[in-house]
Structure formats: C-alpha cells, structure tokens
C-alpha cells in the first residue's frame, strides 16, 4: 500500500472510531419536543417513550417536551409551550441555577418536533406565513443554541409521515383535532411533502453546520422510516389481543362537522397494543415502546437499525 493511503485509511480509522458516543458513556437524557414526548399530557395516553428509554438504558430523565409545542412561537404561533420561547429557557433557568447538573460528556439532547409546526393551524391550513424551511431551520438552531451552552450529544427525531395519521390521511373523518370540512385528498399530499421535504432539509443543513459544531454528536433517529415500516409490517411491532391495525386507532372519536359532541370507539386493556395509532394524531403505546428500545439502543452506543450517527 502507498503510504499516502495508509496514512488516509488510518485517520478514516480513527475519525470512525470517534463517531457517535461509547458504550456506557451517556447517563442522562433530555428531551424537548411536543405531545409525542410529553410524558404528563402523553399523547399516546399511556407511559411516554422517554421514560420507557431511561428505563431501558438505565439513563436519568430530564424531560422539557410539551404537549402542543412547535419550534418556535415566533415561526409557527399555537398557544402551546414552544421549545425555544419555553421550553430551553426553562431547561437554562433550571441548569443556571444548579437545580439541574448535567456533565456536557455524560448527557443526550434529543428533539421530536414538527407536527404541530406542520399540521392544523400552521402550515397546512396557512395559518401563518412560515414554510417547512423556517421550522428545519429552527430544529437545527435547536442544536446550535445547546451547543453554545456546552451540550455535545444529540438526536434528532425526524418528522413520522404524517400522512399515515389518520387526521392527515386521505380517508379522514372530521375529528376532535379538526372537524371543518377539507379535502383529505389534498391535504395528504401536502403533508406528504412537506414532512419528506422537511426531512432531507434537516439532514442536509445539519451535515452543513458540522463543521461549526467541533466536538459534538449528532444522530439522526429516521422516525419516519420505523413508523413506515411499522405501518408496512404491523406484525413485527404491535403485540396486542386485537386484530392488528394501522388504519384506525384505539380511542377513534367522529366529530360533527363544525365540531360538537364527540361519537367515539375505544378499544381497552391488551387490545390497545394492536393499534399503530392511539388516536387520530399520536402513535401507540406499543409504537413508543419500540421508538424507546430503539433510541435506548442509540445512547447506549449500540446499533440500531433507525439511528445514523452523522459524527
Ligand atoms: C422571537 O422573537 C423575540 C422578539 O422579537 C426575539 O427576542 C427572539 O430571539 C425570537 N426567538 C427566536 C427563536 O427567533
Ligand atoms: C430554579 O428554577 C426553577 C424554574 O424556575 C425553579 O422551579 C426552582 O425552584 C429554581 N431552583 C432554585 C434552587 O432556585
Ligand atoms: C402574513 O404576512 C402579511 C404581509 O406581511 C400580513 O399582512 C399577514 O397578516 C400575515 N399573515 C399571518 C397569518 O400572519
Ligand atoms: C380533492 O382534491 C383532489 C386532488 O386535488 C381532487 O382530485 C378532488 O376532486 C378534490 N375533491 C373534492 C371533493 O373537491
Ligand atoms: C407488547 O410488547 C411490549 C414490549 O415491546 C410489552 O411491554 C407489552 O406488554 C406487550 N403487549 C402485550 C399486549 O403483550
Ligand atoms: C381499525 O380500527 C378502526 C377504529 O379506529 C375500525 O373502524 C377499523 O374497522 C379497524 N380496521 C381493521 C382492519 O380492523
Ligand atoms: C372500553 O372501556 C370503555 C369504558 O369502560 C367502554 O365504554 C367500552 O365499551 C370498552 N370498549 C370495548 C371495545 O369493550
């Protein structure tokens, strides 16, 4: 071998040695995000991912998700706690005045955001004048500003297809998130683009800001993808007593149009694992579990299928 190329192939060695985090190196995890991560106002209406994932991985929880949250207030307004205007000042209060203590070395930021910045009374029913780049942009600021406060691990849950919700679904029914009438058809489209747009996006701009973030490790948790499959393959995840089901969801609740007294389905106990979807917008308890395994596998610096470290 020339030299030239042993010397390449022994620094390619060693960056890729320095990719992503060591085993037992991550004791704490900290999370920021809207109703899929929320571990009071769940939107699974059971135990949320992240405390499955602190229990998988044997991690401390520091949870800061919000039901209802979007990026920023300032991009995509909902009167819902967002992750920059309140949910990092709160994490920089509780950090500034050592009522939380993180070792930057020993803690994981992960981020799922994006389905309230994308969805009703946002983006796609032009509630606003912000696009799909602004709310990418402020996931990737989301890195930049923790960074600057000295956090170095990270991930970051890419949007689910949103699509396959059944709120954003061509065969809709007007429900408790939206009961005005719309074309189902359209809107899927839409959301369609827009969350795969929204996707390559945040990949491409956080490879981008790599070089300005020294030191760090970013991974990227493809939501999208386990979602999809577990939509393609429902019997490789869902475990409940029901027929297994992808379309529907456990607590189904059909909305006169206008809006008024809900008429609603709810499927009880071990039948619930069946489901993909808890109601019209949130995964399953059981499709949780398996977004914990997966993202406990992660920051335990282990292999899992849906995890890509970018450094
Ligand atoms: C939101 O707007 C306020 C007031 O203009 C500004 O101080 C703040 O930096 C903005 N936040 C973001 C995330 O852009
Ligand atoms: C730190 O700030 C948090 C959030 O405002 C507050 O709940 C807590 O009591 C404060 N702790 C101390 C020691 O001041
Ligand atoms: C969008 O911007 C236009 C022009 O600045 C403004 O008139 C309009 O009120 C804005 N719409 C929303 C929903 O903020
Ligand atoms: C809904 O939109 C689709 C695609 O744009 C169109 O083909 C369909 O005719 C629309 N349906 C109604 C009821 O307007
Ligand atoms: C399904 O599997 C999960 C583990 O992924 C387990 O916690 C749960 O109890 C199982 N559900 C049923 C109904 O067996
Ligand atoms: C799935 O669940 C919904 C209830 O949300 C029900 O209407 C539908 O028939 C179920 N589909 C299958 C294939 O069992
Ligand atoms: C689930 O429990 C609720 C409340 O007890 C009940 O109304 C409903 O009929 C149950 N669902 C099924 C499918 O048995």
């Not at 030239?4 to 060693?14: C, D, G, I, Q, R």
């Not at 070395?105 to 389905?115: F, H, P």
């Not at 491409?204 to 499959?229: E, K, N, R, T, V």
Request: net charge negative.
């Amino acid at each position: 071998m020339h030299p030239l190329f042993f010397l390449a192939s022994l620094l390619s060695t060693a960056l890729a040695a320095n990719v992503g985090v060591r085993p037992g190196q991550i004791k704490s995890i900290v999370t920021f995000g809207d109703s899929y991560s929320d571990i009071v106002a769940t939107g699974d209406q059971g135990t949320a991912w992240p405390v499955y994932a602190a229990g998988y991985s044997k991690t401390t929880l520091f949870p800061f998700a919000r039901s209802g949250a979007t990026c920023s207030n300032n991009i995509t307004f909902r009167p819902f706690p967002p992750v920059f205007e309140d949910q990092l000042p709160l994490y920089f209060t509780e950090t500034g005045n050592g009522s939380i203590h993180l070792q930057p070395e020993e803690t994981i930021y992960t981020l799922w955001i994006g389905t309230n910045d994308l969805g009703v009374d946002s983006l796609i029913t032009g509630s606003n004048n912000a696009s799909v780049v602004d709310v990418t942009a402020c996931m990737v600021d989301w890195v930049r500003t923790l960074y600057a406060s000295g956090a170095r691990n990270f991930i970051m849950q890419n949007m689910i297809p949103l699509e396959l919700t059944i709120l954003y679904s061509p065969n809709s029914y007007p429900n408790r998130f939206w009961a005005v009438e719309r074309n189902t058809t359209d809107w899927s489209v839409l959301m369609r683009e827009m969350v795969l747009t929204g996707n390559a996006l945040v990949k491409l701009m956080l490879q981008q800001a790599l070089p300005s973030l020294p030191g760090s490790h970013i991974a990227i948790f493809d939501s999208h993808s386990l979602i999809q499959d577990m939509f393609n393959h429902p019997a490789k995840y869902l475990n409940g007593t029901a027929p297994l089901n992808v379309t529907g969801c456990w607590n189904s609740c059909v909305a006169p149009f206008g809006g008024g007294d809900l008429t609603c389905t709810v499927a009880n106990g071990t039948d619930r694992d069946s489901y993909l979807w808890a109601d019209e917008l949130h995964p399953s308890e059981q499709a949780d579990r398996i977004v914990a395994r997966e993202i406990a596998l992660t920051l335990e610096g282990k292999e899992s299928e849906w995890s890509t470290w970018l450094n």
